[in-house]
């Protein structure tokens, strides 16, 4: 089965500051995703990622960054905090395209 | 570029009666269709998936969907809920090009009452 591990399943920091949220997939899969998640919008795409140090935008990445150094691991960062980047932040992967995503259990995000 | 429609917001159904939500998409070719259960505090995880052949779709926890080319729907139904399929569905919408990503609706809340 897979598994898609985020670091925390909540966080809270202030704003102005870097927050970084981590994910770890244990399949190899290729690709991997970071959605945000609010009430009545569903999931929108930040950024993924087709492979190591490969990334590319998605619908909403502004004020965002990613990084993925490492097959398994693929992290978004927020490198000036803002509070309208208060949400749920969920990372998936998948083996390749037209194959179902998986995803991570969520980090519940807020700034002060 | 794809967009999937949820009309409804919350639903309300008794434990045992049968349930159908809602998903209407847009996009210029066949798309591939999957829906998703989130339970709280919960990651989504897969109920099932349309990619070609057959149009009625059987997935997992007793659900099924049927995709509708001439309506683009792709409705989630169960002949008989149970309280713990309280949860929100979300529909999505792959495209069959452009790396096939994904394109969610806005989410159902399903609601049981016993």
């Known amino acids: 089965d897979v598994k898609v591990t985020q670091s925390s399943r909540y966080l809270v920091k202030r704003t102005g500051e870097k927050v970084f949220l981590e994910c770890v997939q244990d399949m190899d899969h290729e690709n991997m995703f970071w959605y945000r998640q609010d009430p009545g919008l569903g999931l929108r795409l930040i950024y993924f990622?087709?492979?190591?140090?490969?990334?590319e935008k998605g619908d909403i990445p502004e004020g965002y960054s990613v990084s993925r150094e490492k097959k398994e691991r693929f992290s978004l960062i927020l490198e000036s905090a803002s509070t309208n980047q208060t949400s749920m932040y969920l990372c998936?992967?998948?083996?390749?395209?037209?194959?179902?995503?998986?995803f991570g259990d969520g980090t519940r995000l807020s700034i002060l | 570029a794809q967009s999937v429609t949820q009309p409804d917001i919350h639903i309300t159904v008794s434990e045992g009666a049968s349930l159908e939500l809602r998903c209407n998409y847009s996009y210029g070719a066949t798309p591939y269709l999957f829906w998703y259960v989130q339970s709280p505090g919960q990651g989504l995880q897969l109920l099932l998936k349309?990619?070609?052949?057959?149009?009625l779709v059987q997935g997992i926890k007793g659900f099924e969907a049927e995709f509708k080319r001439s309506q683009s729907s792709f409705n989630l139904r169960k002949p008989s809920v149970h309280w713990s399929d309280a949860a929100e569905y979300f529909c999505?919408?792959?495209?069959?090009?452009?790396?096939?990503?994904?394109?969610f609706g806005g989410g159902t809340r399903l609601m049981v009452k016993p």
């Open positions: 999505a919408v792959g495209a069959r090009n452009a790396g096939n990503m994904l394109t």
């Open positions: 990622s087709y492979d190591v140090k490969m990334k």
């Open positions: 349309y990619f070609s052949g057959d149009t």
């Open positions: 998936a992967s998948r083996s390749r395209e037209a194959q179902p995503q998986h």
